[in-house]
């Protein structure tokens, strides 16, 4: 990108006899910052805007007749500032807020969960009196009162600094908490319709669940962004649930980390004590999360310590047919043969899933070619296509689109991509991004969501199915994208879409906007550059073109020929061959079959397979109708690197030390068992073999260029299906987390106001949604902007499993009918 | 009941309030028959900026508090911007002991009205409010019937006396907070929000109602205007004095024969208006009074010749307010006084700002203590820098107003808080319940 050197105004100021250069608008508590002079402060954060509310950061400049707040206060040329290091009406100044704010705080330090990391703490420390000289009543509430189901509010410790309030508002774009009262009164709430009771009273006398249940809160702070008030919240008076008297900071090791489960790619910091993961914050990356990450990010993490975890390796036991623990010399034998004599026999075919590091899936990738011989390899667990896999061929190993092109960006259009539900950091930086620079967003989905409208965005109303004509057809979608700068965001589910994703390609060619295509896992990214497709080698190199088998085949040492020119099976082919016998064998990574459009075959086919290697972290429908488990570690007991949708490489190390290994090593182990050199027993090495591939010089696939399809047109009692995930649902990585559970969007069935009518359903009243499998009844929500002819659902919410109950996916014409039965 | 001196009663300018004894003068066909809107006529034939230039030579001030220049205030709303205008009238009135702007707009709200018009014909504005604080529904009512008379007989609409000129007004009541006075923080309020203060800058006049150019103008100072069109500039100036001319009314309450609303040329003395007051009650005698409502420091019987304008305010260490005389004898407590002006400020703090927040609720606890008999010495020396650490921190001027009864209370008064401290009076209140330090 061409960088067009802006000229900045800048002008001269001294800081406590410095003098230093600023930009003009630069605000004096940042620039005091940049030369080393820290100014106390409480409601100021670079992210937010400017309040002035703490009063905490109040300084002395020359011939103003008062101190003003650092915060606020802009440079001016001439300026001279004097802090609390040179002013003594600044020392006193602070000293005197420093004395007000501490006046009603309580004393329970000891037992908070921010004391040994609180500002306030460390302030009062360093600057407060010796000996209070308040005499009075502190002030005391009930606490504490429970917000969301994770977050707690305990309002006699607030500072009243609205950082949190402010983030909300400001950031996330969900204002459920605010300002309440006035005065020494003023507290931080919800809106609870019944003015009568007092939540945290009946917290008391019931216990959170209780005040939820009794619906206290009509609308609690269930923001997929709220775990960030927690973290810049100055005081303890917001924790979460799941950490609330857990631990010390001073008890904790903190480790940098990545967050594994979107490909949001956002940094995070791990804290852990005694072997144990005790909480995770959002970590600091300009670049990418800037300093928040999503609730999911923060929270779900327990799954790697469930009750199932797989520590051991299991085999089949010939005789009783059950799975039993084995040694590892045993296990690995045991896959080794079998994969031997599958190999011979018809074939073994690799699921990898989303969820790998690069490292891991470059293991994979290589176990696949070299050692099975087979480029029936497919880390797609979920809707694909063929068109798909060929568009995936053309964009691997090209990255055009950054998080701050976002900001940069006149127009962005997201097409199949909810950005607020599928990638939460993406969403808020498009947020940011129409807020402060205006770029405005147009969405090409059925209907006008929550992010949509945070964003002040456009939507081009468009049935399931249609996208392709949408994206061929729409002036609108055009001339947005004909601008200098402007971006398409294509997410995963418009694989869905027949035509939908070489329109996107097309179009994007036509206009010259930039395409950024977007999964959903942190994995995905990096299963595409590593190879765990039918059709690519490492590098975003394409089977097909002799010179990219050749730098593969002379990386890995082998033969020419060895590398076979014929793209293999995408996954449902490879599941239709095992569930067929075309296949003998399969080795399947994390996958879940509940991910794939039709849960019911893949099932029949792990059934069938004669040959099942399953990689693990917990017992799952794979795992347990496998021959051979063999347990691998879950990121937080390993090193490798994620790349995230932008393709930018998100290393990480171990936070915790285990026996568990990574699935590289485990692979490398098989592969050795079998006879063959992967060396990607260390992460390290795995990374340096990457990087000796180097970038090709082989030509690049091109585009798909397939057509659209004419879309379903639903007849009477029917319907078109849309569906995405929703942020925080039944998704086995949250599993134990409750707390974040309890914060999840309610699953509602969305419909039109002409489809309400026709049906003859209210708001909230039960909907059917059925096909020959079954039938999901969830409250309808009537939508006032929607395509006409379609039913929304959550793809994989409580009481609705879409494609395990209802085996479709968006685009399919399903019924619908009104109340629970019929 | 003494009479006037006639000094005193030379001081007597009934301008806004010389139909306020007329029957019927709120009715838009008497207030017709009394001149009225004949200001607006003249005003609409001027350019607009004539108007606000004569509003400059007029030096008419702000009578919300501050004493702004009111012309220059106009002038500072940029033309040809592009933008809406709005024109916010403050009738929220909640600053203690004030008393004209309900007063005015029960007696005479079409004057008011003609103000709004030709203000908002001279910043062109096309939309006025006036906030009005909620308790007053009478005068909302008053004020909504007189609006939609302007209205019937073409003083508002669409081209308002074929002048092409549009103007609509909305009543808005408020919902009974001080905070609401401070002009952003009506803005906020105005716009749906909480109202609390907004940073400034941005400041009103380029970024107010709506992020528009906005002028925040008080009752009087809106209802000043249609006057001084009609009598012109060095009319204006014949009364009040050179830096502070006009006439402002004076609500005075307390402990005189006849409290009420005088309304005299700026610079007028307490002296003369406890004289137009007819006298102090009997048995009384003056010890201390508020020249503009409880934020302007307390002035003793010392400041009874102390010319009550701006400057002369200045002088002698308070300020004019919003010259809501608060008259007090050697029968109140100045110690009790100023507990009953803490506790307002403690429950009228809006609670955004630490210093105001807090240093209300403390100074209420250590005031009440004082009062239950348990105060110390110490507890002056902290009353006094709890003021020091409030004034000129907080986040706009309802903390620095906080401190003025606290801090001349005890410069004048501290005998009185040193007999409670010292036993020597009765506790007012039975002694709390005290908790040690914490
Ligand atoms: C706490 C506080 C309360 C105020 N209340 C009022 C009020 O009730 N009425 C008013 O006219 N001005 C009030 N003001 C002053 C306004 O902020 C503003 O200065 C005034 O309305 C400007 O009008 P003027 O220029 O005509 O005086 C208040 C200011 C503060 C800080
Ligand atoms: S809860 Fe925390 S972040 Fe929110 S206002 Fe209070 S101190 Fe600030
Ligand atoms: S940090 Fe400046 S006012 Fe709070």
């Known amino acids: 990108m061409t960088e067009v050197a802006k000229k900045v105004d800048t002008v001269k100021l001294t800081i406590d006899g410095i003098e230093v250069e600023a930009a003009k608008g630069e605000l004096v508590i940042r620039v005091a910052e940049r030369i080393g002079i820290a100014i106390p402060r409480f409601c100021d954060h670079p992210l937010l805007d400017p309040a002035g509310a703490c009063r905490q950061c109040l300084v002395d400049i020359e011939g103003q007749r008062k101190p003003s707040a650092a915060c606020t206060q802009t440079v001016a040329d001439g300026m001279v500032v004097r802090t609390q290091l040179t002013s003594e009406v600044a020392k006193k100044a602070q000293e005197g807020i420093l004395e007000f704010l501490l006046i009603n705080h309580p004393l329970d330090c000891p037992m908070c969960d921010k004391g040994g990391e609180c500002p306030l703490q460390n302030q009062a420390l360093s600057n407060g009196r010796e000996e209070s000289r308040f005499h009075e009543h502190k002030r005391e509430y009930t606490k504490p009162v429970p917000i969301s189901s994770q977050v707690l509010l305990d309002r006699e410790r607030c500072v009243l600094c609205q950082r949190c309030t402010r983030f909300s508002d400001e950031i996330a774009g969900d204002k459920f908490i605010d300002l309440m009262e006035r005065g020494a009164d003023e507290q931080i709430g919800v809106f609870s319709g019944r003015l009568d009771v007092d939540p945290a009273e009946v917290v008391g006398e019931t216990g959170l669940e209780g005040a939820i249940d009794a619906n206290l809160l009509d609308a609690p702070f269930n923001s997929y962004f709220s775990g960030n008030t927690v973290q810049i919240c100055p005081v303890g008076a917001l924790t979460g649930a799941q950490y609330r008297f857990r631990a010390r900071p001073f008890d904790l090791v903190s480790s940098p980390s990545t967050c594994e489960h979107c490909a949001a790619g956002c940094s995070m910091r791990t804290d852990h004590r005694r072997g144990k993961v005790m909480r995770r914050l959002a970590g600091d990356d300009p670049q990418v999360n800037e300093e928040w990450n999503c609730d999911k990010g923060r929270w779900a993490f327990q799954y790697a310590t469930a009750f199932d975890r797989i520590t051991e390796p299991m085999v089949r036991d010939p005789k009783s047919g059950e799975l039993r623990k084995a040694s590892w010399p045993e296990a690995l034998n045991a896959a080794a043969e079998g994969l031997l004599k599958a190999r011979t026999e018809g074939g073994v075919g690799v699921l990898t899933g989303g969820r790998l590091t690069v490292e891991d899936a470059y293991a994979y990738a290589k176990f696949a070619r070299v050692v099975l011989g087979t480029n029936d390899i497919d880390f797609r667990s979920r809707p694909l296509s063929q068109e798909e896999t060929d568009f995936l061929t053309s964009v691997a190993g090209k990255f055009q689109v950054t998080y701050s092109d976002i900001e940069a960006a006149p127009d962005v259009v997201l097409v199949g991509l909810e950005a607020e539900e599928e990638c939460p950091i993406l969403f808020l930086r498009l947020r940011k991004a129409a807020n402060k620079r205006g770029t405005r967003v147009t969405s090409i989905a059925p209907f006008v969501t929550r992010g949509l409208e945070k964003v002040a965005g456009t939507l081009v109303p468009t049935v399931p199915g249609a996208e392709a004509t949408a994206l061929a057809e729409s002036a609108e979608v055009r001339a947005a994208l004909s601008k200098p700068g402007a971006l398409l965001f294509v997410g995963e589910r418009l694989a869905e879409t027949p035509g939908g994703l070489s329109a996107a390609a097309r179009l994007a060619a036509e206009t010259g906007a930039r395409l950024a295509w977007v999964p959903r896992r942190a994995g995905d990214r990096g299963a595409v550059e590593a190879g765990c497709l039918p059709t690519l080698l490492p590098g975003g190199r394409s089977l097909v073109e002799p010179a990219a088998r050749g730098e593969i085949g002379a990386a890995w040492g082998l033969e020419v020929g060895d590398l076979s020119e014929r793209p293999g099976r995408d996954t449902l082919q490879i599941l239709d061959a095992a569930r067929t016998g075309a296949l003998k064998g399969l080795v399947v990574a994390g996958v879940d079959p509940h991910d794939l459009p039709d849960p019911a075959a893949a099932e029949e086919a792990l059934e069938k397979v004669g040959f099942l290697v399953s990689l693990e972290l917990r017992l799952s429908a794979v795992s347990r109708r496998a021959d051979v488990v063999l347990p691998v570690a879950p990121a937080v007991e390993k090193s490798g690197s994620y790349l995230d949708w932008e393709g930018r490489v998100r290393p990480f190390d171990a936070v915790l030390r285990s026996a568990a290994m990574t699935d590289a090593r485990v692979l490398d182990a098989l592969a050795r068992q079998l006879g063959y050199q992967l060396g990607t027993a260390d992460t390290l090495a795995v990374l340096k073999q990457i990087g000796e591939l180097g970038e090709t010089r082989a030509p690049r696939a091109a585009a798909p260029t397939v057509d659209a399809e004419r879309v379903a047109e639903p007849g009477t009692g029917e319907a078109v299906l849309s569906t995405w995930h929703q942020l925080i649902d039944l998704g086995a990585l949250q599993d134990g987390d409750e707390y974040l559970a309890g914060t999840a969007r309610p699953p509602v069935a969305r419909i039109s106001k002409a489809t309400a009518a026709a049906l003859g359903v209210a708001d909230g009243e039960p909907l059917n949604v059925s096909t020959e499998r079954g039938r999901v009844t969830l409250p309808a929500a009537v939508v006032d902007v929607m395509a006409p002819g379609v039913v929304w659902l959550p793809t994989n919410s409580p009481g609705s499993t879409v494609r395990r109950t209802l085996g479709v996916s968006s685009g399919a014409t399903v019924r619908i009918s009104a109340g629970g039965t019929s | ?438």
């Open chain 2, 1 to 438: 009941m003494t009479t006037p001196s006639k000094e005193a009663l030379a001081k007597i300018a009934p301008v806004l309030t010389k139909r306020w004894l007329s029957p019927d003068a709120w009715k838009l066909s008497v207030y017709e028959r009394l001149d009225g809107y004949t200001g607006l006529k003249k005003a609409l034939k001027a350019h607009p900026d004539d108007l606000i230039q004569l509003i400059k030579d007029s030096g008419l001030r702000g009578r919300g508090g501050a004493g702004f220049p009111t012309g220059m205030k106009w002038g500072f709303i940029p033309q040809n911007d592009g933008k809406p205008h709005y024109l916010v009238v403050n009738a929220d009135e909640g600053e203690p002991g004030t008393c004209q702007d309900l007063p005015l707009m029960m007696a005479d709200p079409h004057s008011l009205i003609e103000g709004v018009i030709i203000a908002s014909y001279a910043i062109r504005a096309n939309f006025a409010a006036i906030y009005i604080r909620g308790e007053a529904i009478h005068a909302a009512r008053r004020l909504r019937q007189a609006v939609d008379d302007a209205r019937a007989r073409g003083y508002l609409g669409r081209n308002i006396l074929g002048s092409g000129f549009d103007l609509d007004v909305v009543v808005h009541s408020g919902a009974g907070a001080y905070i609401c006075g401070e002009e952003t923080a009506l803005l906020d309020s105005l716009e749906g929000y909480r109202g609390q203060p907004r940073l400034r800058p941005p400041f009103p006049a380029t970024h107010g109602l709506y992020n528009s150019p906005t002028v925040v103008n008080n009752v009087e100072t809106i209802a000043t205007v249609p006057y001084i069109v009609l009598g012109g500039s060095a009319w204006f100036r014949t009364m009040g004095t050179e830096k502070s001319p006009g006439t402002k009314i004076f609500s005075v309450s307390g402990r005189v024969v006849q409290p009420g609303q005088y309304e005299c040329g700026l610079g007028v003395t307490l002296r003369q208006l406890i004289e137009l007051c007819g006298g102090m009650k009997p048995g009384h005698n003056l010890r201390f009074w508020t020249p503009g409502g409880s934020s302007t420091p307390l002035l003793t019987d010392e400041h009874l010749d102390a010319p009550l304008d701006f400057e002369g305010m200045m002088g002698v260490g308070t300020m004019l307010g919003t010259a809501a005389v608060q008259i007090f004898s050697d029968q109140d407590c100045p110690v009790y006084a100023t507990y009953r002006w803490i506790e307002f400020y403690h429950h009228e703090s809006c609670g955004k700002c630490t210093p105001c927040r807090e240093g209300n609720y403390w100074m209420k606890g250590i005031l009440r203590r004082i009062l239950s008999g348990q105060g110390t010495h110490a507890d002056l020396d902290t009353l006094l820098d709890a003021c020091d650490n409030l004034l000129g921190r907080s986040f706009c001027a309802l903390g620095d107003g906080a401190t003025s009864p606290v801090t001349s209370s005890i410069k004048y008064f501290k005998q009185d808080y040193l007999d409670y401290i010292e036993g020597r009076k009765a506790p007012m209140f039975s002694p709390g319940e005290l908790v040690g330090a914490h």
